[in-house]
């Protein structure tokens, strides 16, 4: 995993694009610490400077440094992400004839592109941003992975094209205001991200998931087309299905997760796992140390505190073999502080939960460790429906079809499910809002938003499922994850996001994914026998215990102190009316976590406008 950088232009000096190009780089280097480059590849149609930082994973050697080129000097690439199946494809390609200079998987995608073309993408199973040269076409394309876990953002201004892996920098070059619509929809729905171009700033454009672009560097332009569409692949994957009973689809989902965990433990590195406790990442921790001879974990919590992951994940630890590791660092005012500055930083956008620091501190303790390859378990509540709303939308789905010989044992199964979580339910009804489909109002001054985060009752529960997947929630939840796990240079693995998995999923019937009131049903019928039963059948999602301590141990001061500083800059969205002092006070942001948001959306935003501390 790496970061990517790039510039061109037609009339452009070459010095300006490589200025710009360094800055970038420089501004990534968290992303790559092992190798920087920029090089000017001139070109017959205008000027081209590509940029890479490089975290070594697979192919330690010189030889896998980046600008890669093939070995007639006619491609090139700067590539960030992993190919987990890089060596079958890499047989496959030297059955054809073809050759390779060196032992990684980014000369892999060259190769493949020389074979199959852009249809070489969706053989790759990975993760992966990159920009590939062709010499001889005049074309640069850039690409992005089937569901965005890598990014990639660009922009064309003044006849310059300029591309990254990550914000700040192309936002300064370019002079860009932050984003007032990707932050309300952020407060109000806590959904950034999405499959569209939308970024933190105005005019900065994310390539979308699945996507690529063919840009002509005679007229460069850059159109993003689909070369991934999910649903018809699910459509697809519930023919290929058929009637298959409940034993063979299970026994399908446990042969596609066992490849999805061992293709993602290659590496050259050593690599750790990422554990909260919960079914999804202890599965993945059981399956990796069924397949890996160390597997080493790294949890926020503590043994001996009974509301953190700590005690389940002992368990786990006891019944798979793993070394574990609890992340519970004594935190001053001071420390809460630095995290808060680290990860506002690392994340380059607003986040409007303070377990955002929990997961920060997970990644700095395994870095601290010397791992550069952390596996988790992100996307199988996507994946399989294992959020609560899913019961609800199934119970609509079966009343609006008239389907009460289902809803009797459904409704009975969801009732033990609100049983076991009866502790949540203000919570939960705090945020029944976010799908009423109205039009939610705050007291800053931001764009008004309004997203149908609800389900539709006519369709299909799979299409409202993937909606989570490319829009809702998958998106946003990755970016959490780059930003930390590449502010501390390490690759997260992420097993539940393998197309070949998360497509079963979805296309698994709902009585796979909801029954007895549990979600995942499936993923526990798999993890049967090899992680403890108080975590296979547990109703309850605990997830990061950060508690709002943290806010009264200093946190919450410094985030009031930060926004009264910054408060003259900030006045057009605080409005004339409200008291700053009052209403981020920190007894305030305890107790209502859109306080805690908007808090820390206004000290990103401060820093943007040029309102801020010295921080900024």
């Known amino acids: 995993m790496c970061g990517i950088a790039g510039a061109y232009a ?78 079958e494809l890499r047989a496959e390609l030297q059955a054809q004839g073809h050759r390779f200079l060196t032992q990684g998987d980014t000369e892999v995608i060259l190769e493949a592109y020389k074979a199959w073309g852009p249809a070489a993408w969706e053989r790759f199973i990975g993760m992966f941003a990159f920009a590939l040269l062709d010499t001889q076409a005049q074309q640069l394309w850039l690409v992005r992975d089937r569901f965005g876990v890598k990014p990639l953002f660009y922009r064309i201004q003044g006849g310059v094209l300029a591309f990254a892996s990550s914000t700040l920098a192309l936002a300064r070059h370019f002079g860009l205001a932050p984003n007032l619509e990707y932050v309300s929809r952020g407060l109000f729905y806590y959904v950034y991200e999405d499959d569209t171009d939308l970024s933190p700033y105005q005019g900065l454009h994310a390539l979308p998931a699945g996507h690529h672009a063919c840009v002509d560097l005679r007229q460069p332009r850059v159109e993003p087309r689909r070369y991934y569409d999910l649903a018809r692949r699910v459509e697809e994957k519930i023919e290929a299905l058929g009637n298959q009973g409940e034993q063979a689809l299970l026994e399908e989902l446990e042969t596609t997760l066992h490849s999805a965990v061992r293709l993602r433990l290659r590496s050259d590195v050593p690599l750790a796992i990422s554990l909260s406790g919960g079914l999804d990442s202890s599965l993945v921790a059981a399956l990796a140390a069924r397949q890996h001879e160390r597997v080493v974990g790294f949890c926020y919590g503590h043994p001996k505190a009974p509301r953190s992951e700590g005690p389940l994940a002992q368990d786990l630890a006891q019944k798979s073999g793993i070394e574990l590791r609890f992340v519970w660092p004594e935190l001053s005012p001071e420390r809460l502080v630095k995290a808060f500055e680290q990860t506002l930083a690392a994340q380059d956008a607003p986040f409007p939960t303070l377990s955002i620091l929990a997961q920060n501190f997970v990644y700095e303790a395994a870095r601290a460790e010397g791992y550069k390859v952390l596996l988790g378990g992100q996307g199988g509540d996507e994946g399989f429906m294992g959020y609560r709303k899913f019961f609800l939308f199934q119970l609509r789905y079966l009343l609006e079809h008239k389907r009460y010989k289902e809803l009797a044992g459904f409704a009975l199964g969801f009732a033990q499910l609100l049983s076991a979580e009866l502790y949540k339910l203000g919570l939960f009804w705090q945020n029944r809002q976010r799908y009423s489909g109205a039009r939610l109002e705050g007291s800053l001054r931001l764009p008004s938003v309004q997203l149908q985060l609800g389900a539709d009752a006519q369709q299909a529960p799979w299409q409202r499922q993937m909606l989570d997947v490319t829009r809702y929630s998958l998106p946003t939840l990755l970016r959490y994850e780059d930003r930390n796990s590449m502010g501390h240079s390490i690759e997260s693995r992420l097993p539940f996001l393998d197309y070949r998995v998360l497509e079963l999923g979805l296309a698994l019937p709902v009585h796979l994914k909801l029954r007895h009131g549990y979600g995942k049903w499936a993923l526990r019928q798999v993890a049967r026998d090899k992680i403890p039963e108080s975590i296979r059948t547990a109703r309850y999602k605990r997830g990061f215990d950060v508690t709002q ?7 919450g001061a410094y985030l009031q102190e930060q926004i009264q500083a910054a408060a003259p800059g900030l006045r057009e969205i605080l409005g004339p009316h409200l008291n700053p002092a009052q209403t981020y006070a920190p007894a305030q942001l305890q107790q209502q976590p859109r306080r805690l948001a908007e808090a820390i959306s206004l000290v990103w935003l401060a820093r943007k406008l040029g309102a801020g501390s010295p921080h900024s």
């Open 549 to 555: 301590g943290w806010l009264s141990a200093g946190l």
């Open 10 to 87: 037609q009339n452009e000096p070459s010095e300006r694009l490589e200025r710009l190009v360094h800055s970038i780089v420089q501004s990534q280097l968290p992303r790559g610490p092992d190798h920087q480059a920029v090089v000017a590849l001139p070109q017959a149609s205008g000027r081209l400077v590509l940029g890479h930082n490089r975290l070594s994973i697979i192919d330690l050697s010189e030889h896998s440094n980046q600008p890669l080129w093939d070995h007639s000097r006619r491609y090139a690439i700067v590539f960030n992400g992993e190919i987990y199946n890089y060596l």
